[in-house]
């Protein structure tokens, strides 16, 4: 038989004084309150759900009231009656409590911090770009399950607006990523961003980056020495040029990844869109190039360090804008050369594989690409080789076709 205990009184849990131990106060069906040696009275209930003894904190006292604690007591009691665990329906209480007043910008920048770091260096700018610019001030301040779809094509159109039809492709899919996450994090109860392809804007024409053909690369090269632009800018261009790395590869790029004495530039996989190291074979016409660089920036970390920051590379826009001033606006871009590149080395009867592994390309076969790890280095060394001297040839006025007709 359980021994009857006398009901607590306001009196007594004021008179109770702390002892060198903790000690407690009963008031009945298994709420008691708790006297720590520091002076602190704390209400606790313990219960059993399913055969095992638990306790529940209900906060101290005086703070929380004696009738306060018992109303708690009761409402615990009810739902163990229920079946239900109140340690458990507490939590999920809070829980559910938490995600009600999530935010858009929390979810999105968590979703951010997580895939960072397995993403490109150039991924990671523009989801941060378009993070801040576009998806933030537009929703970020809404509670995540107060976003409808209409909210976010709303979102969308805004950007289709401006005529960026690609910073709207890719903020869908970043959209739909987010609340994907959240679905997986059980923030959310469905994903609002999916779909969202159906009502975008109709895609333009294909817009390929322009390049000049073969035989108009020497004036434009001329133009580049003459042209009055700075001379990292120069030398970049005509690393664009021999390489066929990106823009972005190059313009990043630290001393530190480069052995001039052994021609070869490797590029980490954190730096490249595919995520796989890259190794650069350097025609003898770019080592040349890079070991005069050396004394201007070689002491800093990045071989084109930016002129108002050198701890931040060259500005995206400066090769480009460049070329514009060169005469060469909507004919030329730094990527462009990558597309010189391929179109020229193709038509010369190059090895595919060489060629687009210099490009850094995956196979278009997904299986041929996840199985083929051959970077044909030597192979690509001597094509890249043969490349700039082709570029020496023309621009000293020979003809490419006479003098490879010569060589066979």
């Known amino acids: ?13 004021k008179a109770a004084k702390p002892k060198e131990k903790p000690y407690k106060l009963a008031d009945g069906e298994g709420l008691y309150l708790e006297i720590m040696p520091t002076g602190s009275k704390l209400w606790r209930l313990k219960y059993r759900h399913l055969g095992k003894e638990n306790r529940l904190a209900f906060g101290s006292y005086p703070e929380v009231t004696l009738v306060q604690a018992r109303k708690k007591r009761s409402e615990a009691r009810e739902l163990i009656s229920e079946g239900k665990d109140p340690s458990h329906e507490r939590k999920s209480t809070r829980q559910a409590q938490k995600v009600d007043g999530l935010t858009f910008e929390t979810l999105a920048r968590e979703w951010f911090a997580y895939n960072a770091p397995r993403w490109a260096e150039s991924t990671t700018y523009k989801a941060k770009l378009y993070l801040e610019n576009d998806l933030i001030p537009g929703i970020g301040s809404r509670a995540l399950k107060s976003i409808t779809r209409p909210d976010l094509v ?7 607006a401006r005529g960026t039809l690609n910073a709207a492709g890719k903020i869908r899919q970043w959209l739909h990523q987010i609340f994907r996450y959240g679905l997986a994090k059980g923030v959310v109860e469905s994903n609002p961003a999916t779909d969202l392809d159906v009502v975008a804007a109709p895609k333009k024409a294909p817009r390929h980056h322009p390049h000049v053909a073969m035989s108009e690369l020497p004036e434009l090269l001329a133009k580049c020495d003459s042209a009055n632009i700075n001379l990292l800018t120069r030398c970049a261009i005509h690393l664009l040029v021999l390489t066929a790395v990106r823009p972005g590869e190059l313009r990043a790029a630290p001393w530190a990844e480069f052995d001039l004495d052994a021609a070869t530039w490797t590029i980490p996989k954190e730096r490249m869109k595919a995520r796989r190291p890259h190794a650069v074979p350097l025609p003898k016409q770019a080592v040349e190039i890079l070991r005069q660089l050396q004394p201007i920036t070689g002491s800093y970390p990045l071989v084109f360090a930016g002129q108002q920051n050198p701890d931040r590379p060259m500005s995206e826009n400066t090769i480009n804008k460049a070329l514009r001033v060169m005469g060469y606006e909507s004919r030329q871009t730094g990527h462009g050369f990558r597309h010189l590149l391929s179109t020229e080395l193709n038509g010369r009867g190059y090895n595919k594989d060489w060629i687009e592994r210099q490009l850094a390309h995956g196979d278009s076969d997904g299986i041929r690409d996840t199985y083929n790890h051959a970077n044909y280095l030597e ?25 490879q007709s010569a060589k066979a």
């Open 1 to 13: 038989m359980a021994l009857k205990v006398t009901p607590l009184s306001d009196s007594a849990l």
């Open 379 to 403: 192979q690509r060394r001597g094509m890249m080789q043969d490349w700039a001297d082709s570029i020496d040839v023309l621009c000293n006025g020979i003809d490419i076709v006479a003098l």
């Open 154 to 160: 709303d979102v969308v159109r805004r950007v289709e």
